[in-house]
């Protein structure tokens, strides 16, 4: 019999291919040397398999694994983490097949490809990223049947066919489990993350910061009105309030607490569902203003609704608000002062205007209104405003006049203060865009922006956006309309005149919906939502518990039932016939084939106890395995007629 334990180099080829498919995603957030790293040692394995040449010896592994450990450890600071858990999972994998010398050796990188593949999914849960990973265990599968391929190597569409078939068969007990597991609280997703933000709001804000948002189309949240859309001018997205200036940023106030706030609705109250995506800060984003906060969120005392942790995957909440309302009429002096402090040592052109206008304008409606018409007449509304150096505020105000929202509501703040009126920088979104499919709104990070609140004795906190005296068309009808399609994707929208690719937009967008409904964001709550739509009441782990043995055990009757019927079909083969009586000639010597034992595993123990006899059927055998396991176009007639007689001339005596 043919030795078919060795590594050839078609077997290193599919499974180097195989991890190179499954790494892709990883590598640009590697650093360079990991990514060197795996190339030279991929690269070194495939040479050795090419010339026949040993591997590494277990010393130099040694040495080997510890630099890379040393360099992670240099490289991230930390041993335990998201980062560096998966740069030295992908190391120890390359090292792995750099040392593999049978076949037996290449099980584990294919098992550890399986878990890398499922890594991929700490850092996207979108859809594309799904099709992928699973395009991955396909490969992977491949490979697992191209190593048991006996006497022959196994093509192209002898290692997916089957494959692809393994995995269709698995789906039904996929969705089993997926369905009926009982979850933890939280997504599906729930993993640890790094400290590290994506992209998105912070909580400070220099002149630039919002601007370079501006032309990003990530998706920053969903939102699902109970009722109709509210008009453009009204959708302000309240994020973090800005109160510390420091001549330069704004910065949310270290001292800010909890409170439960009271303010008087002035309007009928709205309601809608945001699904909000991972941004690794704790803030939550609502239409001005929140009644209240959801669950597992409370309000800070400027109305900064923050989740109890940060939002490090997919988030639904409900919120209700009021976009008309009365609040912070009973302030105090000493709860105002936070907003009138601001940094004296810069921009004194500024804060030597802030005076005037008062001495100017005793009345603080006027005062705001004769800033804003100024705002309007001079400035001009830019996504490119030039830099700015060390006093930004007075050469933005004074003589670029050129800027972002974050340019204007921050500089009106501070002319405001210097004139001794309270006022703050909010940042959020304003705006956004409805998918006619879903009905949902989808709010980008291109809608990224700031505006101001002042304080009035007799109104409380007002909203004044100076960015709507110099655009009102950004505020009324949005970005796109204001400085064209944002993006690659939305310009070649614009340009397509038929409509069509806007449609497909719309309906990936649909799509992205439902997934991020069903799949990602499957959460505790959903999966009891959906168990009582089927009709199961009280819902609890222990009722779970059951339906989830009985689902199992009946999917597994179900395929199970399947196999048996085909290897019953499959017993009537005359290939597999013969293969059968020969077996039985065989067991006359007292060596019966046990049920589980595959031809080659039998024959083998047959070499141990007769290996006369062995020698004898070893050519029936190998004849019988190159038909069994040959594609079926390649078997002849006459060859499977050659086996059966063979067959039935052979005596085991």
Known sequence: ?????????????????????????????????????????????????????????????????????????????????????????????????????????????????????????????????????????????????????????????????????????????????????????????????????????????????????????????????????????????????????????????????????????????????????????????????????????????????????????????????????????????????????????????????GKALREANPDPKGLVESLLTRYNKEFEYTLEPPRLGENPVDEFFFDTKKGFCEHYAGSFVLLLRAAGIPARVVTGYQGGEVNPITRQLVVRQAEAHAWSEVWFADLGWVRVDPTFAVSPLRINRGMSETFGPIGVMNNLIDADKLGLLRQIAFSWDAMNTQWNRWVVGFSQDRQRDLLEGLGMREVDWRAMAIWLIVAVFSTGGIAGLFLYMRAVQTRREPIVMAYERLCAKLAATGIERARHEGPLAYWERLQKREPGIAQKVAPLFENYIALRYAAQDKIQTGNVRGFIGRVRRFRAE
């Open 1 to 353: 019999m043919l030795n078919q334990s060795a590594l050839t180099v078609s077997i290193i080829t599919w499974l180097l291919a195989s991890m190179a498919f499954v790494i892709a995603p990883h590598t640009l957030r590697l650093p360079i040397w990991v990514s060197a790293v795996c190339v030279a040692a991929a690269s070194w394995r495939w040479w050795i398999a090419k010339h026949a040449m040993r591997v590494p010896p277990w010393w130099l592994m040694g040495l080997i694994a510890l630099a890379v450990a040393a360099g992670a450890r240099l490289e991230y600071g930390r041993w335990f983490g998201r980062e560096v858990g998966v740069a030295l999972l992908i190391i120890m994998l390359c090292l792995k097949v750099l040392e593999m010398r049978m076949k037996r050796d290449a099980m584990i990188p294919i098992f550890m490809g399986f878990f890398l593949a499922m890594t991929n999914f700490m850092y996207s849960q979108t859809i594309l990223m799904g099709l992928y990973m699973l395009v991955c265990v396909w490969i992977f599968i491949a490979a697992l049947i191209g190593f048991n391929r006996i006497n022959t190597e196994a093509t192209l569409r002898q290692r997916l066919v089957p494959a692809g078939w393994l995995l269709l068969q698995a789906i039904p007990m996929m969705l089993v489990l997926f369905f009926l597991f009982p979850r933890l609280s939280g997504s599906l997703w729930s993993m640890p993350q790094d400290d590290r933000s994506q992209t998105g709001l912070t909580d400070s804000m220099a002149p630039g910061d919002i601007s370079k948002l501006s032309i990003s189309e990530a998706i920053a949240f969903r939102v699902e009105f109970d009722g109709p859309v509210p008009q453009t001018e009204d959708l302000y997205w309240r994020g973090p309030v800005l109160t510390e200036q420091d001549g330069r940023a704004w910065r949310v106030y270290p001292e800010s607490i909890r409170a439960k706030l009271e303010y008087v609705p002035q309007g009928p109250p709205i309601h809608y569902t945001v699904t909000l995506q991972p941004h690794n800060k704790p803030w939550l984003f609502a239409l001005d203003l929140p009644a209240a906060a959801p669950d597992n969120a409370f309000f800070l005392g400027d109305f900064q609704m923050r989740s109890r942790t940060p939002v490090a995957n997919l988030k639904a909440y409900e919120v209700t608000s009021h976009l008309r309302y009365r609040v912070g009429t009973g302030l105090t002096t000493r709860q105002l002062q936070p907003y009138l402090n601001f940094d004296t040592r810069l921009n004194p052109r500024a804060i030597a205007y």
